[in-house]
């Protein structure tokens, strides 16, 4: 199953309502003023602007790149319980990026973003359990994740929820309600979910 990988960072920056100066640059992409604006209120101890930091020195922007640099901010962000920070830390450990892989880490890293209702961080902790990575294998609570990242409509979970239904993995086997998700998911252009409906 595959996992959730990517934070798009207009997105992320744009749907904050910080109004520090690092966000005001960094909206203008005037990465050199937002460095120096960032890098102040990182020291300060401001989470966001920690993480904006963290983003800065991956990408490049307005400093050279610095993997380092990278973790220290992100980790400081994540451990004042940013949860995109979180979530991103988690990704980096998940995926050995910057950093030694570590799924026990990448599980406790999800689990804080997940238990802030980021969606991406739910599905991905969902996995984690579906497929003992980092963590015990518990098909159970692998349900329960999956089953809070469908309440927000995450297409990949419902569609892996269908499966669990389907194969009666962590939750009593119901083909009725797993074909309603895989047409629910394949509706929102899963194509493993397309070809998942037509199973009887």
């Known amino acids: 199953m595959k996992k959730v990988f990517f934070i798009l960072l207009t997105v992320l920056f744009s749907s904050t309502t910080y109004a520090g100066e690092c966000e005001k640059y960094w909206n203008a992409k005037e990465y050199d003023k937002a460095f120096d604006a960032c890098q102040k209120e990182a020291e300060q101890g401001d989470k966001k602007a ?18 380092d640099k990278v973790l220290h901010w992100v980790t400081k962000s994540a451990e004042q319980g940013y949860d995109q920070a979180q979530y991103y830390l988690a990704l980096m450990y998940d995926e050995g990026e910057g950093v030694e892989e570590d799924d026990q880490k990448a599980v406790y890293w999800y689990t804080k973003a997940a238990e802030q209702g980021l969606v991406d961080a739910q599905y991905n902790l969902a996995i984690m359990y579906d497929e003992g990575e980092g963590v015990e294998k518990n098909k159970e609570t692998a349900v329960f994740w999956y089953k809070k990242a469908v309440e927000q409509d995450s297409p990949e979970a419902l569609n892996n929820l269908g499966v669990m239904y389907y194969n009666g993995e962590g939750v009593e086997k119901n083909r009725l309600l797993a074909i309603k998700y895989f047409k629910k998911a394949c509706s929102l252009g899963i194509d493993e979910a397309c070809d998942n409906k037509s199973l009887r």
């Open 50 to 67: 920690q993480f904006y930091l963290a983003q800065a020195y991956e990408e490049g922007l307005g400093v050279e790149e610095d993997f």
